[in-house]
C-alpha cells in the first residue's frame, strides 16, 4: 500500500537547521512529484512548492526562496524538506503528499505530519 | 498571493446538506478548472475529496460533492453525519507551477 513516512519531531533553537525527510513506498517514487506544505499552530494549510522526482528541479512558493531546499534522494524513494536559520514563525507542522500532477490538485496521499518546534 | 477565502466556520444538524464557499480570482479559481478539497480532522494529515473541482478519489463518499462559478468554488456535503465535523480546505492551481490554498472551514455538526 502506498504510504508516505515522515521524520520525528524536531525542536531547534533560533538561527538552527533543520532536515525533514519523507519516505515513500507502495508505488514507484519518480512517477509522482512530492509537495511541501505546512501548518502553523491553529492556522491553516500553507504551499511551501513541490519538487520533480523525475529531474529534482524544485519549485518553491512566492516567499519560500532561499531558507528552503528541497531535495531526493531516489534511490531510497526519500524527498527532504532542509530549512536554514530558523525563525520562531517557522514553528509548524510540515507534510509532504505525493502528486501526479501539480495542475490537477490530486494530492492523494499524505505524510503523517513533522512538528518543527523553533525556540529557545 | 493572498489565501482563498472561505468562511471561518459552517454548521449543519445530521441528515442536513451544508455548502462551503472558496472564493479567488480570475488568476487561481476562475482561471483554472483545478479546484481541489481536503478534510482534516484534529491531529491528522489533510485527507483529498475533491480534485479538479468535482472529482472524488476513489473511497470518498458521494456525499461530498464539488462545483464552480466564476472565482468560487463550492464544496457540499449532503446527509450530515458526526465524522464530517472536521476543517475543510479548498485548494487552486494558480498557475507558474503554483497552488494556493483556502484559509479553512471548521464544520460543526450540531
Known amino acids: 500500500q502506498v504510504q508516505l513516512v515522515q521524520s520525528g519531531s524536531e525542536l531547534k533553537m533560533p538561527g538552527a537547521s533543520v532536515k525533514v525527510s519523507c519516505k515513500a513506498s507502495g508505488y514507484t517514487f519518480t512517477y509522482f512529484a512530492i509537495i511541501w506544505v505546512r501548518q502553523a499552530p491553529g492556522q491553516g494549510l500553507e504551499w511551501l512548492g513541490w519538487?520533480?522526482?523525475?529531474?529534482?528541479?524544485?519549485t518553491y512558493a512566492q516567499g519560500f526562496t532561499g531558507r528552503f531546499l528541497f531535495s531526493l534522494d531516489t534511490s531510497v524513494s526519500t524527498a527532504y524538506l532542509h530549512i536554514r536559520s530558523l525563525k520562531s514563525e517557522d514553528t509548524a507542522v510540515y507534510y509532504c503528499?505525493?502528486?501526479?500532477?501539480?495542475?490537477?490538485?490530486?494530492?492523494?496521499?499524505w505524510g503523517q505530519g513533522t512538528l518543527v518546534t523553533v525556540s529557545s | 498571493q493572498s489565501a482563498l477565502t472561505q468562511p471561518p466556520s459552517a454548521s449543519g444538524s445530521p441528515g442536513q446538506s451544508v455548502t462551503i464557499s472558496c472564493t479567488g480570482t480570475?488568476?487561481?479559481?476562475?482561471?483554472?478548472?483545478?479546484v481541489s478539497w481536503f478534510q482534516q480532522h484534529p491531529g491528522t494529515a489533510p485527507k483529498l475529496l475533491i480534485y479538479e473541482v468535482n472529482k472524488r478519489p476513489s473511497g470518498v463518499p458521494d456525499r461530498f460533492s464539488g462545483s464552480k462559478s466564476g472565482n468560487t468554488a463550492s464544496l457540499t456535503v449532503s446527509g450530515l453525519q458526526a465524522e464530517d465535523e472536521a476543517d475543510y480546505y479548498c485548494s487552486s492551481y494558480a498557475g507558474s507551477n503554483n497552488v494556493i490554498f483556502g484559509g479553512g472551514t471548521k464544520l460543526t455538526v450540531l
Open positions: 519538487i520533480h522526482t523525475n529531474t529534482g528541479n524544485p
Open positions: 503528499a505525493r502528486a501526479p500532477s501539480i495542475l490537477t490538485g490530486n494530492f492523494d496521499y
Open positions: 480570475s488568476s487561481d479559481v476562475g482561471g483554472y478548472n483545478y
